[in-house]
């Protein structure tokens, strides 16, 4: 059998991942959520300047854990009438960039969903990043915090409870069906999936697409060299060349390793995972998947890599639709 990136194609469905959650795992998320019950889910709408026929569109704004103003773009269709209740689904951007183009959400509002797409803090977008970092930042956001006294420092702590604040100013709208929400997104934009999925337990289904920020550890360990994680071999090169603090290191980038926490997932997943994928490889990715308990299916990409996946789209957008009548 082939060789898959350090796994075996035939175990990829066995693969755990390597490495332990941090001994207060459960009590650090716990004490995160209890900090996102304090924040106001308060937001402003401002009117976009993208013009459509089928919905009406806007920024939205809200101040998340920490006090960061979070941007979004918000689109719901047009001449609401009085009680209607429409579903919704929130997306979730790639690494770097932004939530994107206005149309690419219109697929969603044709089908009656209200869309809310999030601008990741300190990226391509409009969301600020208002954290202060101890210690190398110089490449990419895993690292940021990884030094610091507490690991609430952490970049990804706030930005993985942002999506859960996402989840629940959506439920809050009277226009939306808090019944029927949903989240879908690529690479990060998986990553934020699949942690939406595992803290937001109101949201109806998921559908991520070959997820980041899984198995660090394992990543080390099978020699894996990519971009999208380089800053771990940075981290070593410039903070730590003899290794002395490795086994901290992992045990701090354990808590926002995405195999640690899909165990607390209780909505239908679709996962999607490109086997050729030379990004977010996919043993990385089926250690995240096989520790989630609820319902969940998975489709396999055999000669795809990190790209583009003919028809995913067409999938999700059925699947969603779907769980509507369920």
């Given at each position: 059998?082939?060789?898959?990136?350090?796994?075996?194609?035939?175990?990829?469905?066995?693969?755990?991942?390597?490495?332990?959650?941090?001994?207060?795992?459960?009590?650090?998320?716990?004490?995160?959520?209890?900090?996102?019950?304090?924040?106001?889910l308060v937001y402003k709408l401002v009117k976009g300047d993208f013009v459509t026929r089928s919905c009406d569109a806007y920024d939205l704004y809200f101040t998340g854990v920490g006090g960061a103003k979070v941007h979004c773009q918000?689109?719901?269709?047009?001449?609401?009438?009085?009680?209607?209740?429409?579903?919704?689904?929130?997306?979730?951007?790639?690494?770097?960039?932004?939530?994107?183009?206005?149309?690419?959400?219109?697929?969603?509002?044709?089908?009656?969903?209200?869309?809310?797409?999030?601008?990741?803090?300190?990226?391509?977008?409009?969301?600020?990043?208002?954290?202060?970092?101890?210690?190398?930042?110089?490449?990419?956001?895993?690292?940021?915090?990884?030094?610091?006294?507490?690991?609430?420092?952490?970049?990804?702590?706030?930005?993985?409870?942002?999506?859960?604040?996402?989840?629940?100013?959506?439920?809050?709208?009277?226009?939306?069906?808090?019944?029927?929400?949903?989240?879908?997104?690529?690479?990060?934009?998986?990553?934020?999936?699949?942690?939406?999925?595992?803290?937001?337990?109101?949201?109806?289904?998921?559908?991520?697409?070959?997820?980041?920020?899984?198995?660090?550890?394992?990543?080390?360990?099978?020699?894996?060299?990519?971009?999208?994680?380089?800053?771990?071999?940075?981290?070593?090169?410039?903070?730590?060349?003899?290794?002395l603090k490795e086994d901290a290191f992992f045990e701090r980038l354990g808590y926002i390793d995405l195999k640690n926490l899909t165990k607390y997932i209780k909505c239908d997943i679709l996962w999607f995972t490109a086997?050729?994928?030379?990004?977010?490889?996919?043993?990385?990715?089926?250690?995240?998947?096989?520790?989630?308990?609820?319902?969940?299916?998975?489709?396999?990409?055999?000669?795809?890599?990190?790209?583009?996946?003919?028809?995913?789209?067409?999938?999700?957008?059925?699947?969603?639709?779907?769980?509507?009548?369920?």
């Amino acid at each position: 059998m082939a060789k898959l990136y350090g796994c075996q194609t035939d175990n990829l469905k066995e693969y755990m991942g390597v490495g332990v959650p941090p001994a207060d795992y459960d009590d650090y998320w716990a004490r995160a959520r209890e900090e996102l019950d304090r924040v106001s889910l308060v937001y402003k709408l401002v009117k976009g300047d993208f013009v459509t026929r089928s919905c009406d569109a806007y920024d939205l704004y809200f101040t998340g854990v920490g006090g960061a103003k979070v941007h979004c773009q918000f689109l719901k269709p047009k001449n609401i009438p009085m009680g209607t209740k429409f579903p919704a689904v929130a997306l979730f951007h790639g690494y770097w960039t932004n939530c994107g183009d206005w149309t690419g959400k219109l697929g969603y509002i044709a089908e009656g969903f209200c869309v809310l797409a999030m601008d990741v803090r300190g990226q391509g977008g409009e969301s600020q990043d208002i954290g202060i970092y101890k210690g190398n930042t110089q490449s990419g956001h895993i690292i940021r915090g990884v030094e610091s006294d507490s690991p609430d420092d952490l970049f990804y702590r706030n930005v993985y409870l942002d999506t859960a604040q996402c989840i629940r100013i959506l439920a809050s709208m009277d226009f939306v069906d808090a019944n029927n929400i949903f989240a879908t997104g690529a690479s990060q934009g998986g990553a934020l999936t699949v942690v939406c999925a595992s803290l937001s337990p109101q949201l109806k289904a998921a559908a991520p697409m070959y997820p980041f920020l899984c198995d660090f550890r394992g990543i080390y360990q099978n020699n894996f060299k990519c971009d999208s994680y380089e800053e771990i071999t940075w981290y070593f090169r410039q903070r730590d060349p003899m290794h002395l603090k490795e086994d901290a290191f992992f045990e701090r980038l354990g808590y926002i390793d995405l195999k640690n926490l899909t165990k607390y997932i209780k909505c239908d997943i679709l996962w999607f995972t490109a086997l050729m994928d030379k990004v977010c490889p996919p043993f990385s990715q089926m250690a995240a998947y096989n520790h989630i308990i609820s319902h969940k299916d998975i489709v396999y990409f055999p000669e795809y890599q990190h790209e583009y996946l003919p028809y995913a789209g067409d999938i999700i957008l059925k699947y969603f639709i779907e769980q509507l009548d369920q």
